[in-house]
């Protein structure tokens, strides 16, 4: 197994674990809020940081993907 292969592998178990630990109920700050008002919420800065590091996992994921295809 190259190093290319090794990082894909690990980015792929990072974005599984990412979307098995983020609850989607959470997002919505008041749960007996409407649910239009969920939407205009802001996230959290801790979820910002998941947010912006699931982005850059999944566009890593995507380079990989396409240098291990050429390979």
Same mark, same amino acid.
């Given at each position: 197994? !190259?190093?290319?292969?090794?990082?894909?592998?690990?980015?792929? +178990?990072?974005?599984?674990?990412?979307?098995? +630990?983020?609850?989607?109920?959470? $997002?919505?700050?008041?749960? !007996? @809020? $409407?649910? %239009? =008002?969920?939407?205009?919420?802001?996230? =959290?800065?801790?979820? !910002?940081?998941?947010?912006?590091? $699931?982005? %850059?996992?999944?566009?890593?994921?995507?380079?990989?993907?396409?240098? @291990? =295809?050429? !390979?």
């Amino acid at each position: 197994m !190259n190093i290319i292969e090794s990082i894909w592998f690990l980015t792929v +178990i990072a974005l599984i674990a990412i979307v098995l +630990i983020i609850d989607p109920k959470d $997002s919505v700050p008041n749960s !007996n @809020l $409407s649910p %239009v =008002s969920g939407f205009f919420s802001s996230p =959290s800065s801790s979820k !910002n940081f998941i947010y912006r590091f $699931s982005a %850059v996992l999944i566009i890593l994921f995507y380079v990989l993907t396409i240098l @291990l =295809s050429y !390979n």
